[in-house]
């Protein structure tokens, strides 16, 4: 089936560090790739759709210039938390789509915490 | 743009219990709609979709849910759950009509089965 592999699993940074989180899907071609954010015991937030080769189209109220988002090929997307603060700390989870009816795999998600 | 409710933000049961988790969405247009699961440490994985034809959908793991057009709902059931159904539930909806295809996730529904 579908994998979609996402790394690091967990990572802890000093503020105003940048952190590079990479979403890979292992087995097929993504052309669209998403990113959510869940805080504790809350639901996922799109943050932003990436397609392979385009710029990424971020949600509202979502910062475009601290977390840049790069899908370069048809099997990776990355997200880059810029100087980051204690308050970007969570759940950073992404998805790959293999078209509307395919559906879509989920990655495991990174658990970023911010010091 | 659309949006997902669960009502039922935790839900204790017994071995045995039948379950019934409530999804409702706002959206005038056509919808796929989801259920998707998170154990424990686990990414999300689907349960079932609906994208046209029976409304009555089954999913993996003994999971049915129902497409309910006139009250906009998408509702879970499972006739006898089992402590190994312990997990988080969300229901998520995405338009068919427009061209945007990220996931609109509900806040989820924690559901604990007791032995």
């Known amino acids: 089936g579908a994998v979609v592999s996402q790394h690091p699993s967990r990572v802890i940074c000093k503020s105003g560090t940048s952190v590079k989180i990479e979403c890979r899907s292992l087995d097929f071609q993504a052309t669209t790739m998403f990113w959510y954010r869940q805080f504790p015991k809350q639901s996922l937030m799109l943050m932003a759709t990436?397609?392979?080769?385009?710029?990424?189209?971020?949600e509202q109220g979502v910062e475009k210039d601290k977390f840049l988002i790069n899908h370069a090929s048809l099997t990776l997307s990355t997200l880059t938390v810029t100087s980051a603060h204690p308050e970007d700390s969570s759940f950073y989870i992404c998805s790959a789509s293999r078209g509307a009816v395919a559906g879509y795999t989920f990655g495991s998600g990174t658990r970023l915490t911010v010091v | 743009a659309q949006s997902v409710s669960q009502h039922n933000h935790h839900v204790i049961l017994s071995e045995a219990a039948s379950l019934e988790l409530g999804c409702n969405y706002s959206y005038g247009g056509t919808v796929n709609l989801f259920w998707y699961v998170q154990y424990p440490g686990q990414h999300l994985q689907l349960l079932l979709k609906y994208f046209s034809g029976d409304p009555l959908v089954k999913g993996i793991k003994g999971f049915e849910a129902e497409f309910i057009k006139s009250k906009f709902s998408f509702n879970l059931r499972k006739p006898s759950v089992q402590w190994s159904d312990t997990a988080e539930y969300f229901c998520?909806?995405?338009?068919?009509?427009?061209?945007?295809?990220?996931?609109?996730f509900g806040s989820g529904t924690r559901l604990q089965v007791q032995p």
């Open positions: 990436s397609n392979e080769g385009s710029k990424a189209t971020y």
């Open positions: 998520a909806v995405t338009p068919m009509d427009t061209g945007r295809r990220a996931l609109t």
